[in-house]
């Protein structure tokens, strides 16, 4: 496999900018295009703000790597798979660098930012028979074979996250269909349908979700617009510089992030409820990938604007982080009223209405409550 020296990040075949190493090849450098800075917005704006000049990126946590373009990298079982394809290919997975990563993914991956020239290793094609589908990825995540890896791939469109997934498009839009890992319940598609009804009921926004064949949950993608337009995306993690390795998140980052990037009060108030809800109904998988923002141009100043995703990945989930939230709120895995007050006037939103919104979550996901606070 040809190794990547310099990649061109693109969005809507628009030059973003340019992707290189340092001379030691430890470390990625990033320069914005001079058309992109005259027209476009900060793709990560901690991180690489919109101006001239390089940006070099720190060795960790992301091993020289920028939070931004490691959201486009698959990770968890999409890592899994790459490492199964690449094996199976004849490819060291240690020998590439972020760059090579990057440019496997060129564009099939999620959100807008595409990388060029990309570079494919194996010829796969799209698969939308979900019982197969479902059956060969408990085949190889059993390491009962690896010969289906780089189709499982493929068909994944690199997304991230511990389960095994497929991106496909009908009639009704563009869908990411998810599908049960070895050790969870048969009913897990079933399960996740019920929490995001519940969480809708706690007034939080997700997707549009449908069961395929009665047990594959399948979430409508909020990257790609209704005009089936790719939209720019970014995890917490990756604005942030956070990896999810390395749990040490609190609610009160993600609050403050929320605020200074959307100056937006309803997106405030939804994270809040989003904190509230995984608390209450234990779901303890809220790490830093787990929590979204994306782009769009505003119709009337066309300006760019970064409002809070839709939630997703919510559903029962006890085990966590060595048993314990991904995310603690105002400094503790353990939380009480007193603590989910603080964070909520700490981003200064009124005792009054932080409590009126942990009734609201409170009343809407009563049936699903195990945690008391």
């Not at 704006?45 to 992301?62: D, N, S």
């Amino acid at each position: 496999m040809k190794k990547s020296e310099k990649i061109s990040v693109m969005f809507h075949r628009q030059p973003v900018g340019t992707l290189s190493l340092t001379p030691d090849n430890r470390l990625n450098v990033f320069e914005y295009d001079k058309s992109w800075i005259a027209d476009g917005f900060s793709i990560s704006p901690l991180e690489l703000p919109l101006k001239a000049g390089v940006f070099i990126a720190k060795a960790q946590p992301f091993n020289g790597n920028f939070g931004i373009f490691e959201d486009s990298l698959p990770d968890g079982y999409g890592r899994y798979l790459l490492q199964k394809a690449l094996r199976h290919n004849g490819i060291d997975d240690s020998s590439l660098s972020s760059l090579d990563r990057l440019a496997l993914v060129g564009d099939n991956g999620m959100g807008a930012l595409t990388y060029s020239p990309p570079v494919i290793f194996t010829r796969e094609k799209t698969v939308t028979d979900f019982d197969h589908l479902q059956e060969i990825a408990l085949e190889v995540l059993r390491e009962q074979q690896d010969n289906d890896a780089g189709l499982l791939l493929y068909n994944s469109g690199n997304s991230g996250g511990a389960r095994p997934k497929a991106v496909f498009s009908d009639e009704t839009g563009h869908w990411l269909v998810k599908f049960r890992h070895t050790y969870d319940p048969k009913d897990m598609g079933i399960q996740e349908a019920r929490y995001n009804e519940i969480a809708r009921k706690c007034g939080i926004i997700v997707p549009d979700f449908k069961l395929i064949n009665g047990r594959y949950f399948a979430s409508r993608r909020f990257d790609i617009d209704k005009n089936g337009n790719r939209v720019h995306t970014a995890t917490a993690g990756g604005l942030l510089g956070v990896s999810l390795r390395e749990p040490f998140l609190d609610y009160s980052n993600l609050l403050a992030l929320t605020g200074y990037i959307t100056r937006n009060r309803e997106d405030v108030e939804q994270m809040y409820r989003r904190m509230l809800f995984n608390y209450l109904t234990d779901n303890k998988d809220d790490h830093c990938k787990n929590f979204s923002f994306y782009v769009r141009r505003d119709n009337d100043s066309k300006s760019w604007r970064w409002r809070l995703a839709p939630a997703y990945d919510l559903t029962l989930c006890t085990e966590g982080y060595n048993g314990e939230h991904a995310t603690s709120v105002n400094g503790t895995g353990l939380p009480r009223l007193a603590d989910f007050i603080a964070v909520g006037t700490k981003i200064k939103l009124s005792e009054d209405r932080c409590r009126e919104l942990i009734n609201e979550v409170h009343t809407g996901c009563a049936e699903l409550i195990r945690y008391k606070i």
